[in-house]
């Protein structure tokens, strides 16, 4: 029967084609029946007849089956039955062919119609559903609703031969442009289908039946889902949130209680009647130093939690990257063969806040002079521009039109200031050159190495990207570390110093 | 077995130092050289062990947290070879190495940070006790006189009668008087090893026990000490 489907297609070919077809089906027939006439009497080859009628129904339906049905018995009176050249209805024959071709023409094309009809019906429903089932897999899949909202919108559309239509996620009023379905799960308003006014009113009616009733329990699944996704992601924030407060307990008691039993014990050995000068000395230089140590941790401490609670604002002002540095070596007591400065005299000035970038360079150097066994870290700045830059920077020192050069100036990708701070210590390994700036990590335990608090990096690189720069770790094993700052030497729309 | 002798009157008694923590050290030296010790420094757990091997200490002070491993095993490496008294260092929220470094023999835990006199008197106490005095057949503390020999027990000369349990309770803390015996030794020493997660029946003793020899009307326990969480002390 395959080869016979192309009768049932559902939509019928022209009628014009139709018409033509049934002429000649009917011409073909009435040519037919002469050669039959020698083997069989020429009332019994209507049936030839019922050829035409029979296809012609099929295709094209009652009315041109029932004209072909017409044709055909006229063409056999006219051609065939006695007396041959004339239209005459003499006897019944005439009268039973002309109502055999018509009723098998009612019948045929009823049956053909039913069976379209059904195939239309099918076809309907596999769409539907393979619509469904791509809509749930856009709605339901993705990690965000919204996003996803446009493109099952636009399959809608596609699928069901839509202008236009829209699914919002909120009630929406329908006007002359468009026509709003309601989108509800029990009484609760989950969203609005809109589709162009030009829609026809079958798809609409199709639309409230078919498509707004799946459309609603995927909306509603998929808000379900992203509910549960939400509450997924929050509580896995907040076990973080719980394991880096554990490891801040465990951090300040351990790191807290040190500098205080050294403070305790040198302050008892202080009142020692043998002590010596020397010793003595050397007491209060361990209560200093263990002082200094805890009023750094107290200040990492805050400014971790300022970080943390993302209370860090920058006061930014215009301020020189050597002073910072200076600034921080005097800060951690440093000796001068503790670290090698070599600085770019010619450094321009950086728009940071001078405080939280002074605490970023302590934090940096003293972890860089903790791993440098013995040896002298380095310290190097020097400024890095891009051709485009330095020729709108030369226009911005000439006069004071800033504001206009401004527009044309690229982003300022290549135009920062680079500090190096190169230790010589044992390097980190590669699997751990991103974790030692999470808070509370301590690289290694090499011997004597996990004197710091753990904090000291992550709040570098915390101030560090609060003032628009950015802080990462160069390292192989055995060679040592670079720890490296990239300032932005200007912010667009700022002011240049005076 | 390798009672520590007494020091010679020459020689200060050695007492390892083991914290990698060198300011603290700095100061415990000199701490400990005011009290009548030598203090050798060592920073590593592996520095700690090799020290006590070449010049054999006669206490040891160790940190819990050590770069190169833990307190709890410096002392229980220590205790296979020697009886020496140890003190472990502990900070809050190392309860748990605490008592596992009691468990694996340490004397006593003093938590950071201390006063250093009272960590003198901890290793002076410790030391004490490390000395001999088995044969010690009545120990009278504070009022209280325990003859072991008689099994007897007076508070101000007026007899107490205890059962045997209380008794050998009794006579665990008060010879180990001044040290800290956690649940399981205790329920170990008097009940025997099998018995050491037993706790709520060594606290139900315990009660017993205060109700008959401590003082009516006091503040609190004068004679055994609660350690919360690690177990009991016999006052000095």
Known sequence: MRPLTFLLATEPPPRRAGVLVAVVAVALCTLLIYPLKQVAPVVSLGVVYLLAVLIVSAIWGALLGVFTAVLSAAAFNFFHLPPVGHFEIRNSSNWVALITFVVAAALVSSIAEVTRARTRDADARRREADLAAEMARLLLRGNNLAEALPTAAARLAQALELNSAAIEMEAVEGDERSVAFPLREGTRRLGTLLVGTDTSEQSLRR?????????????????????????????????????????????????????????????????????????????????????????????????????????????????????????????????????????????????????QMERAFVNVLENARRHSGGFPVSVRGRAVRSLAHARARTVTAGGGRRAEEQAEEPTPAGDRVIVRVVD??????????????????????????????????????????????????????????????????????????? | MNTPAQPAAARPPRVLVVDDEPQIVRALKVVLREAGFEAIPAETASEALDLAAVRPPEAAIVDLVL???????????????????????????????????????????????????????????????????????????????????????????????????????????????????????LLAEVWGPEYVDDIQPLRTHIARLRAKIEPEGAAGPRYIVTDPGVGYRFSL
């Open chain 2, 67 to 185: 770069p190169d491993g833990d307190g709890v095993e410096v002392t229980r490496t220590l205790r296979e070879w020697s009886e020496m008294p140890i003190l472990v260092l502990s900070a809050v929220g190392e309860e748990e190495q605490k008592v596992r470094a009691l468990e694996a023999g340490a004397d006593d835990y003093i938590t950071k940070p201390f006063g250093a006199r009272e960590l003198v008197a901890r290793l002076q106490a410790a030391l004490r006790r490390a000395a001999p005095s088995e044969d010690e057949p009545i120990i009278a503390v504070q009022g209280l006189e325990v003859d072991l020999a008689a099994r007897l027990v007076r508070r101000d000369s007026e007899p107490i009668h205890l059962t045997p349990i209380e008794f050998d309770l009794l006579r665990v803390l008060v010879r180990n008087r001044g040290r800290l015996m956690t649940h399981r030794k």
């Open chain 1, 207 to 355: 639309l409230q039946e078919r498509v707004v009733p799946a459309l609603e329990a995927l909306l509603s699944a998929a808000l379900e889902r992203e509910r549960l996704l939400g509450g997924v992601v929050e509580t896995a924030a907040l076990r973080r949130a719980d394991t880096v407060k554990t490891a801040l307990l465990r951090a300040v008691s351990h790191d807290l209680r040190s500098p205080l039993t050294a403070i305790s014990a040198a302050g008892e050995a202080v009142g020692s009647p043998s002590l010596s000068p020397q010793e003595r000395e050397e007491m209060a230089a361990v209560i200093q130093e263990e002082a200094r140590r805890l009023s750094r941790l107290v200040d990492n401490l805050l400014d971790l939690s300022r970080l943390e609670a993302g209370a860090a604002e920058p006061r930014r002002d215009w301020t020189s990257v050597e002073d910072l540095i200076r600034a921080a070596l005097r800060e951690l007591a440093a000796r001068p063969e503790e670290f090698s400065l070599s600085i770019d005299p010619d450094l321009p000035l950086v728009s940071v806040d001078p405080v």
């Open chain 1, 424 to 498: 010589r210590g044992p390097g980190i390994p590669p699997a751990q050159l991103e974790r030692v700036f999470e808070p509370f990590y301590r690289a290694g335990t090499s011997a004597g190495g996990h004197r710091g608090s753990g904090l000291g990096l992550a709040i570098a690189r915390g101030f560090a990207e609060a003032n628009a720069g950015s802080l990462h770790v160069e390292s192989l094993p055995g060679q040592g570390a670079a720890f490296v700052f990239e300032l932005p030497l200007s912010e667009p729309g700022e002011e240049s110093p005076a």
